[in-house]
């Protein structure tokens, strides 16, 4: 999981003075909103890194087509325990197999990290006040879940489970005191 | 019952320490409450009136002797020496100080238990029929499937943050003592004709403030496809669930307002995880996988087809009465499951102290292979009992306090813990309780008056069921006092009690002083008008309300001017 502080953020929305371009111009790491990217897609040539950010009421299936086209799905979390955005983002990995960048932004807390990388994101945008070592902290928990996710699509059962806990060990036994 | 593996053992202890390191974060300040809130409640930890509520999961209401005993110890050293085991198979702890909630999640986590989606928007602990695995009229043991999908809905990432609470409920013997119908998902399992194992089941049913029974969606679910089923329902749910208001927001009212339209959408979204998204093969339950949890589920060594023994003619009564009402019939010949009544006076229904805890685990330990049961009517249950042993057992019970010969009488009543802990609560349920079994403490009546539901919540969040009891008591707020809702014939589902139902309101609400009066006039009114033979439910369906609330109302002395 990659954490995007958004003064180093290669991507950018396009905004005028009277709030979004309805039709910006073609540039490189655009990021759009759904209703100019439906502006411009039929212009922009293809090959062009582009991103738009989805809401989260939005049905994911509706950009399936534009998928090959987007390098970067930004979803949204409104509110930090509103989870339709964790569906969307494993859609389009599972089910879409979209393999570009899948964003978190909002209200995104340390706390959700765990989620967020299981159900497919890549990046996160933390919400200002949030501590990167503790998302850190966040992913280190647990060895191994129950349920298949886009990262181990096995679930338990169908895993070695004993060879994985072995694993777990001999790699904190490798941190042993080492302050880590 | 399932037995821990060295994953699932480290799988708690990860969630304990992961706990840990989020209050220590909330107690630097770095975790306000507004985010932290959401966090505790998905490992049981509830804010009440008083002090944090701890809400342990109890997966399908099994318990073993080691795991009460240390439930036991975790009362007297954190809390005030009791607990409270809810409807929903779960024990509650209300006493407990949040600077301690890492220190207990350690204690419980080292018997293997836990917090863990007791409580928050996401999918709860799944319950079952206290008598799984022993019930006489069982067509299929409903655990192993429990625990498949316990494991399943465990920190499932993309269902952690539903619009609002997510229940199932699973049962597999002819009656329905785990009241499906009124969860989110109730799932029965059967058999269909060729012998082959399946689920029906039910989608949106709930109580609260709009009670709605599920609709059934699938009459026949192959056992292996059970996950990616769950996945489409709740993904669906996920999607289309209304969070814009909270009272509207259970999976209830997404099935009421889009009926046939919810059921096309999970079909398809059904058939597409099958036919579609990566990985899904393999959430279909292998056979295998199958055999090795049902493994778990096998008889205790040593439970074998016994002689019945005879119940000798001159037994005295209060021992018949007894093997009347707590002792239940049993799959293995020579066998019988007895519950422990937690219904007398002088506690609340559900509760039992930390010395009961041990009696009971004690009881376990010496007559049921260690093993123990939570019901859902709020009353332990050993299921491995010998029939010979019956007599020693009785003896036993009685001198721990759980031998009270009630069971599903009308001093077995569900009640919630109410305003004396509750912050929800509009009103006070255990003063209520109290005086009701006060009232009706002569055991010759109570076997007189004969089965029934009687169900109290202390506010419209229905955690005691009011809507299914036979007779349902709701607290309401009035100007700032409590006040009493009554009503008649709800049912939970079972053989007894007809095709699950919210009972109907029998008039305006009335004083907590006149409950005892309204619940004995309308007892009276069914001693009046019952046929022979007729049980209260029966008599309230073929004479309707009239007779009742003329006579609950002229119970009216505080509430006349109403």
Redesign the interface.
Known sequence: MKFISTHQDLWHTVGGEDGPQPHPPARERSLLSLEQWHAVRDTWPAGLATGVIVPNSVDIETLATDLPRLALVVLQFPKWVDGRAYSQARLLRVRWRFGGEIRATGDVLVDMVPLLARTGFDTAQLRPDQKLEAAERALSYFAGHYQGDVLQPLPAFARDLPAELAQAKASADLFAGQGI | MYAY???DR??VR??A??FR??LD?HFAG??PED?FR??RLQNGWYVQRHAPMLRVAVPYGELDSRQLHELAAIAREFDRGYGHFTTRQNLQYNWIPLTQAADVMDRLAAVDMHGIQTSG?CIRNITSDALAGVAADEQVDPRPYGEVMR????????????PRKFKIAVSGADEDRAAIGWHDVGLQLLKNPAGEVGFRVQVGGGMGRTPIIGSVIRDFLPWNQI?CYLEAIV?VY??YGR?DNLYKARIKILVKAEGQKYFDAVEAEFN?ILQ?????G??L??QA?FD?IAASFVRPAGVQARAEPATPADAPLAYTRWLQRNVHAHQVPGYRAVTLSLKRAGLPPGDATADQMDGAATLAADFSHGELRVTHDQNLLLPWVQASDMPALFEAARAGGFATPNIGLLTDMINCPGGDFCALANARSIPVAAAITERFADLDEIHDIGDIDLHISGCINSCGHHHSGHIGILGVDKDGSEWYQVSLGGSDGSTLSGDSVAGKVIGPSFAAEEVPDVIEAVIDTYRAERRAGERFIHTVRRIGLPAFKAAADAQRHLTAAH
């Open positions: 593996n060295d994953f480290q799988f990860q969630r320490a992961q390191d989020q974060r770095e975790l985010d959401a966090l928007n494991q399943w809905s465990t920190l499932h990432p993309e269902f952690a943050f539903l996950l993904r996920n999607r969070r597409r579609e998204d990566v990985g899904a393999t959430q339950i292998p996988e090795r």
